[in-house]
């Protein structure tokens, strides 16, 4: 299991000449879960991306082990961080197995061909994310939840310490969000990965996370475990949203339970 | 379990690896039976062998100069151009992720005829400026085309309206250039109008050979980056892809073979648009197709360029008859596009 330190130091960072956000400050605990949680708009996209070196920050600077990100080369950084966008293109009438061997591109030279490790490597995602008998299917034949997962074992195959996704169960029934979910976990128990997610759901959040970090109008307002930070105070002030916090009856983590205009029951 | 899926895994990757090199292997072999075929064929057909003893440097009295001053240039030409045009419409269609981004449809060829007419007609510069003027007038193409469909974010589908739309204006620029051009001036800028192997000379050719021989090197070794840019921006980015440099030498390296292809032929119709799509169908995707999208190219300027000799009473020039294949596929095209709402 290797460990690696990965923090931002005051980044400021935005579209355009948009600042979105502002003097973030964080370090990412090594080989655990953590998910950014926050409102629409609020900059947890923005965040995740910067981290990931798809957005330039205006101010301050991402460090991986100490160095900035933007002055390392490109294929040597892709080797320790991976990302997974929330909407990658597929190419037309492209295999599963091609796909997911695209994930071995930073570790492969420009003339030479396929080595032993990449083929272990491209198996090895594909049985770890239940695929193999798609192998040779097209993506457009599959569902969305199998979907999902050919993009996960592309990520896989890319073999990174570090594997940033960017909300991974976005459009996929409640069945298959649980089931991504608990297939990063086998990933982080699994191989020591650290896994940093955006999350729109906070309850699940609050299951699969071992370290939330909470995002409000592009500042970080508050982080740590899920069972010291997810209070009623915390989601009114991040969502604005009133609810009752009790303890998941399976899970043992913070369950939100919202109120509305219709069901206040103090 | 873990072995048997490495060997399903190696399996297809091997077959279409086969499939792959046995198909650009067929499409060379007909690349060079068309180039044969080219040699052959003329008003006056010569057995292979006059043609090998010529081209060895005997002179043979009527052979020669058949030979040697019209069909070697003419197949040259259409062998370096098809292939320009093929390989550089297949990058542009990869990296913008659509088919209708190609260089035939966005007015790149259009941006670099009308460089080309404005230096004959206007400034009465050199052939070699005519050249060079077509590449810049290429790139700038590019970079207009670019630079307005960037806006807030980056838009393909806007990049090709706009890319249609900047085609309509540089036609129309071309149109008022004929007409106060210098009768004497019209023959040469012609040319750059509608693509034609006539009149090709070996000298002419010299600089599309030098661009394809350096730029197809650098294509190959850009190729894997390409497949990664197909993933999208993001995608490309966390595999360790530079995706704004890997786009510019792309960009750049496309343009160059296409303009030089666009000065040696004239803007050849459609076949940058149909090589990429063809090459996809035949090889299957999975691999970067720049080698048989190139071949196919060469196939459709010299097929298209015998049919147009050859089928008919009347001789058509080579862009006429792939004008007649190319508008029905991009009819097709639009209407699929537009039934999949994507543009």
Redesign the interface.
């Known amino acids: 299991m290797t460990t690696h330190t990965f923090e931002t130091k005051h980044i400021q960072s935005g579209y355009?000449n948009k600042t979105i956000l502002n003097d973030v400050n964080l370090s990412i605990p090594s080989n655990q879960i953590s998910i950014i949680i926050g409102a629409n708009g609020c900059g947890k996209s923005t965040l995740l991306?910067t981290m990931?070196?798809?957005i330039k920050p205006t101010g301050g600077d991402v460090l991986l082990d100490g160095k900035s990100i933007h002055k390392m080369a490109?294929?040597?950084?892709?080797?320790v961080?991976?990302?997974?966008?929330q909407?990658?293109?597929?190419?037309?009438?492209?295999?599963v197995?091609?796909l997911v061997?695209?994930?071995r591109?930073?570790h492969?030279s420009?003339m030479k061909g396929?080595t032993k490790k990449d083929?272990?490597a491209?198996?090895?995602a594909?049985?770890m994310m239940n695929i193999?008998e798609f192998?040779?299917r097209h993506i457009d034949e599959l569902s969305g939840g199998q979907r999902q997962r050919v993009w996960i074992a592309m990520a896989l195959a890319?073999q990174t310490d570090i594997l940033?996704l960017d909300e991974p169960t976005t459009f996929l029934d409640i069945t298959y969000q649980v089931e991504i979910l608990d297939l990063l976990t086998d990933l982080n128990r699994k191989y020591g990965t650290t896994i940093v997610m955006v999350l729109h759901d906070i309850n699940l959040s609050a299951r699969y996370a071992d370290y939330i970090f909470a995002v409000q109008k592009g500042q970080l307002v508050a982080e740590g475990k899920p069972s010291d930070i997810i209070t009623s105070t915390l989601v009114k002030d991040i969502f604005g949203l009133d609810c009752a916090v009790i303890n998941d009856p399976i899970s043992a983590t913070p369950l939100v339970v919202p109120k509305g205009r219709y069901h206040v029951k103090s | 379990?873990?072995n048997e899926?490495?060997n399903?895994?190696?399996k297809?990757?091997k077959k279409r690896r086969n499939r792959y090199v046995g198909i650009t292997i067929i499409l060379a072999i007909i690349t060079i039976v068309l180039c044969c075929t080219m040699m052959i064929l003329g008003n006056t057909i010569y057995p292979v062998a006059d043609v090998i003893d010529v081209l060895l440097g005997e002179t043979i009295p009527g052979a020669s100069f058949a030979i040697n001053e019209i069909r070697l240039p003419r197949t040259v030409a259409g062998l370096f151009a098809g292939f320009a045009f093929g390989a550089g419409g297949y990058i542009f269609q990869t990296m913008l992720?659509n088919p209708l981004a190609n260089p035939n449809v966005i007015g790149i060829t259009t941006g670099s005829s009308a460089a080309a007419v404005f230096c004959i007609i206007v400034l009465h510069t050199s052939s070699t400026v005519v050249s060079l003027a077509a590449v810049v007038g290429g790139l700038v193409t590019v970079a207009i085309i670019y630079g307005l469909s960037k806006g807030?974010s980056f838009s393909i589908g806007r990049l090709i309206l706009i890319g249609i739309g900047i085609q309509a204006m540089l036609n129309a620029f071309i149109s008022y250039l004929m007409l106060i051009g210098k009768t004497n001036d019209l023959p040469n800028a012609l040319r750059w109008l509608s693509g034609s192997l006539n009149g090709a000379e070996l000298e002419m050719t010299y600089p599309l050979i030098i661009a394809v021989v350096i730029v197809t090197p650098v294509l190959i070794?850009f190729a894997?980056q390409l497949?990664?840019l197909?993933?999208?921006?993001?995608?490309a980015?966390?595999?360790?892809?530079?995706t704004n440099k890997t786009r510019v030498i792309l960009m750049i390296s496309a343009v160059l073979i296409i303009a030089l292809a666009t000065a040696t032929t004239g803007p050849i119709a459609f076949i940058a648009f149909l090589a990429g799509p063809i090459a996809?169908r035949v090889v299957?995707?999975?691999f970067s197709n720049i080698l048989p999208a190139g071949l196919i190219g060469v196939i459709l300027v010299l097929g298209g360029d015998l049919i147009g000799q050859f089928a008919f009473e009347t001789r058509y020039p080579v862009g006429v008859i792939t004008g007649i294949i190319g508008a029905p596929y991009l009819i097709y095209l639009l209407i699929r596009i537009n039934r999949k709402g994507d543009i």
């Open positions: 355009d991306k990931a070196r798809l490109p294929k040597q950084l892709a080797k961080l991976g990302l997974l966008p909407s990658p293109i597929v190419p037309e009438g492209i295999t197995a091609d061997g695209r994930g591109f930073p492969q420009v396929w083929y272990e491209v198996a090895e594909l049985e193999t192998a040779d890319q940033f | 379990m873990m899926t490495m399903k895994i190696i297809a990757r992720r807030t070794y894997k497949e990664m197909e993933l999208g921006e993001q995608a980015t966390s595999l360790g892809v530079n996809q299957g995707v999975g």
